[in-house]
């Protein structure tokens, strides 16, 4: 079955970077394009980054300039490099594959706190 398996999310200062890492199994990954969301409490979830099957990437405006995505297609692997972290990027994150049907993993936690 298919499985998008995130993980590298906690807790982190302001100011600080975390990179998140989501793994797919059971989908043939480089035809998928593959996206980060985000949802905070009491929130909708939200896009964060994507990238395509061929690595056009694309932003939140809220994360341009902090935030960068890459995909591993050997690992089956989507990365989410955050930097400069900020109270309101406090969410859970969640990895998303894309191709005619659209896979979800479970989210991990991203908190930034003092």
């Known amino acids: 079955q298919v499985q998008l398996v995130e993980s590298g999310g906690g807790l982190v200062q302001p100011g600080g970077s975390l990179r998140l890492s989501c793994t797919a199994s059971g989908i043939i990954f480089r035809l998928y394009a593959m996206g980060w969301y985000r949802q905070a409490p009491g929130k909708q979830r939200e896009l964060v980054a994507t990238?395509?099957?061929?690595?056009?990437?694309n932003f939140a405006d809220s994360v341009k300039g902090r935030f960068t995505i890459s995909r591993d297609n050997t690992k089956n692997t989507v990365y989410l490099q955050m930097n400069n972290l900020k109270p309101e990027d406090t969410a859970v994150y969640f990895c998303?594959?894309?191709?005619?049907?659209?896979?979800w993993g479970q989210g991990t936690q991203v908190t930034v706190s003092s």
């Open positions: 998303n594959g894309q191709n005619i049907v659209d896979y």
């Open positions: 990238i395509s099957s061929i690595g056009i990437t």
